[in-house]
């Protein structure tokens, strides 16, 4: 089964950034994602990108501020945040689209202050 660890997160002002990165065991899903979970909340999905990267897509919460990569040389997957807002604290996990139940990580805090 693949180990996903997640990387990157910290606390920020809101309107900062960060980088997040996702590093896998071995090969990573066809298709990848990024989830989050905030306090007292359910996980819900955040972005994911295909194989190729050609394809890509967003929660219209995140829509025009985050960007997800990916690097396949490196069984790496990135998610750029920008113009952080307080609603995006929450842990960062990265997972296959569907997410697999085995492969997931202890994820990633990202604080935003406001």
């Known amino acids: 089964q693949v180990q996903l660890v997640e990387s990157g997160g910290g606390l920020v002002q809101a309107g900062g950034s960060l980088r997040l990165s996702c590093a896998a065991s071995g090969r990573t899903f066809s298709t990848m994602g990024w989830f989050r979970q905030a306090p007292g909340k359910e996980r819900e999905f955040v972005a994911r990108i295909s194989w190729s990267g050609g394809s890509t897509y967003y929660a219209d919460s995140v829509k025009g501020r985050f960007t997800i990569s990916r690097d396949n040389a490196k069984n790496a997957v990135y998610l750029q945040m920008n113009s952080l807002k307080s609603e995006d604290t929450a842990v960062y996990y990265c997972?296959?689209?569907?997410?697999?139940?085995?492969?997931w990580g202890q994820g990633t805090q990202v604080t935003v202050s406001s």
């Open positions: 997972n296959g689209v569907p997410p697999r139940k085995d492969s």
